[in-house]
């Protein structure tokens, strides 16, 4: 069973940087991949990043609205995974959450409740 929360959302002003966090719950973060998306008002779910475990090369994967913006890394051993966000846009206002998964792009096994982030000036 896979546990995961979110934290590190907040109100910025366009431009500015977060950086969130997703503390994991498990005996074993490295088998896991572990992705964030994101639920808009109104808008689909969209998937933001996802970074691989670690069976083999790291691979990552970026939304094409966010890349070059924002970053995804893990740190097995302290079990978290992070998504830094710079250059933030008031399109970028959603609740974020961390998933995990068997593979980037499967079915989550787990998610957490999620982090509101909001853009305004």
């Known amino acids: 069973q896979v546990q995961l929360v979110e934290s590190g959302g907040g109100l910025v002003q366009p431009g500015d940087s977060l950086r969130l966090s997703c503390t994991v719950s498990t005996f074993a973060l490295d088998y896991y991949a572990i992705g964030w998306f994101r639920q808009a008002p109104g808008k689909e779910r969209e998937g933001v990043s996802c970074i691989s475990g670690n069976g083999g090369s790291t691979r990552i994967t970026y939304a094409e609205s966010v890349k070059g913006r924002f970053t995804i890394s893990r740190d097995n051993r302290k079990k978290m995974v992070y998504l830094r966000m710079n250059g933030l846009d008031p399109e970028d206002t959603a609740v974020y959450y961390c998933?995990?998964?068997?593979?980037?792009?499967?079915?989550?096994?787990?998610w957490g409740q999620g982090t509101q982030v909001t853009v305004s000036s």
């Open positions: 998933a995990a998964y068997v593979r980037c792009g499967g079915d989550a096994v787990g």
